[in-house]
């Protein structure tokens, strides 16, 4: 399409599929409205009774009908609200000018999903009353639409719950850390703040799996009606961290993760985290002599003050305890060097 269109549309009062002769964009209440409701008010109906976040899809698509008339259906019991941009070229700026556009149109919404369109959800595996207690998420304040006061907002970036990821994970995570490197890069357009993994039931019959989710922090300084970001190296530090996990723990790639580390501890040499499982990566791989060298380096480190996800246990105990294990397999005179 030449031009880019973007529509925002309350959920439930949209259509998906093309289906008498009409454009993805002419949106009726040709789909299974029934069927949907019906699974809305189940969902809504089954869980307990603790308050239930809101919840905001974005989607970016360029030719993905078929994917797209398959996928809103499936999205319907969970989202409360969507929008979709069409046509885009430059998704970056695409997807941030997006979230601008829900965020004001939708300021209702606690928390955002951006997904892809021929992602399908398996709506039993979230529970939007669990969004505060099962998503680690960063968050962040944005101006209200008046510009009198801010509120938070929690961005959950490729969510992928469901038995799908089961046999995907490994593409998954590619994916993910291909965008982190776009989204740190940026600079003052967006910035990936903290990758998360979650642990989301497969339903009945599967088995529990961890999951991949992606925080996404936007710095929207360039963004009318938003604030400037004020925190974007401490979310650039945290993404670097949380992607190195992801080397480590589901890619087994631990040049990978040892590169991340070290790009963090570059980036805020007073926190000892970085530095931390660097020295705990050696000791795991009995690499004592190594371990202890770095270790060392985390005991002379005083807590910075900093904004986000501090560890005081990490100061308190952590790191004398991990520094102890690494020791208790050297001989005295490879300690002292």
């Known amino acids: 399409m030449a031009a880019t269109r973007v529509l925002v549309l309350l959920l439930l009062l949209m259509a998906g599929p093309r289906g008498h002769g009409g454009d993805v964009t002419e949106l009726?209440?040709?789909?299974?409205e029934q069927d949907a409701l019906a699974m809305a008010e189940e969902a809504k109906g089954a869980g307990n009774q603790r308050a239930s976040g809101t919840l905001l899809l974005t989607m970016l698509i360029k030719n993905e009908e078929f994917h797209l008339q398959r996928?809103?259906?499936?999205?319907?019991?969970?989202?409360d609200f969507w929008v979709i941009g069409i046509g885009a070229t430059d998704a970056l700026l695409r997807y941030v000018r997006?979230?601008?556009?829900?965020?004001?149109?939708?300021?209702?919404?606690?928390?955002?999903?951006?997904?892809?369109?021929d992602f399908t959800p398996l709506p039993q595996t979230l529970d939007k009353a669990q969004l505060d207690s099962s998503c680690s998420k960063l968050s962040f304040s944005i101006l209200e639409?008046?510009?009198?006061?801010?509120?938070a907002i929690d961005w959950i970036y490729r969510n992928i719950p469901g038995d799908r990821a089961g046999n995907k994970s490994g593409r998954y995570i590619e994916w993910l850390l291909k965008d982190l490197e776009v989204f740190v890069r940026a600079g003052s357009l967006a910035c990936a703040s903290v990758i998360v993994l979650l642990q989301v039931g497969g339903g009945?019959?599967?088995?529990?799996?961890?999951?991949?989710?992606?925080?996404?922090s936007w710095d929207t300084a360039e963004l009318p009606g938003f604030g400037p970001g004020q925190n974007l190296d401490e979310e650039r530090y945290w993404a670097m961290l949380k992607t190195a996990e992801i080397c480590e723990r589901y890619l087994f790639d631990f040049d990978c993760a040892l590169k991340y580390?070290?790009?963090?501890?570059d980036l805020d040499p007073p926190r000892a985290d970085a530095v931390f499982y660097i020295g705990q990566h050696y000791r795991l791989q009995r690499d004592g002599g190594r371990a202890v060298k770095y270790l060392r380096k985390t005991i002379k480190l005083l807590m910075p003050r900093r904004a986000h996800h501090q560890w005081p246990y990490l100061y308190s105990c952590l790191r004398h305890l991990e520094l102890v294990r690494a020791a208790s397999s050297l001989t005295r005179p490879q300690i002292d060097d």
Request: no cysteine; aromatic share 8%.
């Open 28 to 32: 009726t209440r040709s789909w299974a």
């Open 71 to 79: 996928s809103l259906p499936l999205w319907a019991p969970i989202i």
């Open 98 to 117: 997006l979230v601008e556009h829900g965020l004001k149109t939708f300021p209702q919404a606690t928390h955002g999903i951006l997904a892809d369109a």
């Open 145 to 151: 639409a008046d510009g009198a006061g801010t509120r």
């Open 204 to 216: 009945q019959g599967l088995v529990e799996k961890r999951l991949i989710s992606l925080l996404v």
């Open 261 to 265: 580390w070290h790009k963090a501890w």
